[in-house]
């Protein structure tokens, strides 16, 4: 899978959930191991609490998906549902709740934040190992009590971003939703510990221009792209407006407008 040598050496720590290692290991074309850690950056890991990802150096704690605890919930709970900039962003008002296609899923937080406020989501994650961190977490948050619906409203689909809207079947999506990695340019202590693992296991997300095209040939009504404040427009396309925030900002291309 790991092609580059310059990519994190992975590998599967054996866990009780025989099963599950031996589908991820095919899945990855990852080893499964019992000892020697150390000869790798990242374990994969079942535990009773989900598919994590940890550094095998210890320097921070696993990272998983989970829906119905930590950021995810505290945002669901606290957030500031429809006045958020990314729902003004993919046009939720009114009773507007347009379908969102997410064609860089990452670990669905964002996708997540515009399921509970009640859009169909569909998702793109081309990273192996980010795609599988998010099938983990969306299979288990189906099964949440408090967030099952919600999740059940976000459906990964197969490839990546561009074989994603190549094969698209039936009626278009009305949102078509951005968020490629951007070269960070702050300190990298700051770094969240998700995104340092975005970093080092997705990088920049060359290529990203050219989904802009494809994307506003299939969106029946906007594409929404998540930049950083200060990065260049999407593939040097200016957007018809944009909402900023403080670190980031929404740039919006309209193809028509929601009927409210
Ligand atoms: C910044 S992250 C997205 C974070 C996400 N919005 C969230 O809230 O968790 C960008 C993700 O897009 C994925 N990606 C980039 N290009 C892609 C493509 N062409 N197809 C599918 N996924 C892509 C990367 O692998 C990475 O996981």
Not at 19 to 27: G, K
Not at 60 to 66: E, L, N, Q, T, Y
Not at 86 to 103: E, M, N
Not at 214 to 228: C, E, F, G, Q, Y
């Amino acid at each position: 899978m790991l092609a580059d040598s310059s990519q994190p050496r992975l590998a599967i720590a054996a866990s009780s959930f025989q099963t599950l290692d031996l589908d991820l290991a095919l899945e990855l074309d990852l080893p499964i191991i019992t000892k020697n850690p150390r000869a790798y950056d990242f374990l994969l890991r079942y535990t009773a609490q989900g598919l994590g990802l940890e550094p095998v150096d210890g320097r921070s704690g696993a990272v998983r998906v989970d829906f119905a605890a930590g950021k995810a919930r505290h945002r669901r709970v606290f957030g500031g549902g429809k006045g958020q900039q990314i729902a003004k962003a993919v046009g939720v008002q009114g009773s507007v709740r347009p379908s969102v296609l997410d064609l860089t899923a990452g670990l669905g937080g964002d996708a997540f934040v515009l399921a509970g406020l009640g859009c169909q989501l569909n998702l793109a994650e081309r990273q192996p190992v980010v795609r599988a961190l998010l099938a983990d977490g969306l299979a288990r948050g189906e099964l949440d009590i408090d967030v099952g619906e919600v999740v059940a409203a976000m459906v990964l689909q197969k490839g990546d971003a561009l074989s994603t809207m190549a094969s698209w079947q039936g009626v278009a999506p009305q949102v078509i939703y951005l968020d490629p990695m951007f070269p960070h340019t702050g300190k990298s202590a700051q770094v969240k510990k998700e995104m340092a693992l975005f970093r080092q296991l997705v990088g920049n997300d060359k290529g990203a221009d050219a989904l802009l095209t494809p994307a506003l040939a299939l969106a029946s009504h906007r594409v929404v792209v998540k930049r950083p404040r200060i990065a260049p427009d999407l593939d040097q396309h200016k957007p018809t407006y944009r909402l900023e925030g403080k670190v980031n900002r929404f740039d919006i291309y309209v193809n028509q407008s929601f009927q409210r």
